[in-house]
């Protein structure tokens, strides 16, 4: 799971954007915002560097969340 869909919103980003930053689809974005596909380790760290956040504060842990 992941807060890439919250983080979005506070910066007040558009999935289409990070798209094309990240340079794949709006489908393969939208997965990772629906938490319905997890991206790559590799990728998470280009997203956070996209949104200019740490890395660490993307990924969350299902376990606390129950």
């Not at 992941?2 to 930053?21: C, F, P, S, T, Y």
């Not at 794949?24 to 280009?46: F, T």
Request: glycine share 4%.
């Amino acid at each position: 799971m992941n807060r890439i869909k919250e983080v979005l919103e506070e910066k007040g980003i558009k999935q289409i954007w990070l798209a094309d930053k990240l340079g794949k689809s709006y489908n393969m974005v939208n997965g990772y915002v629906q938490n319905r596909k997890q991206p790559s380790i590799e990728c998470l760290y280009v997203i956070a560097e996209i949104l200019n956040i740490d890395a660490k504060a993307l990924p969350i842990d299902r376990k606390i969340n129950k």
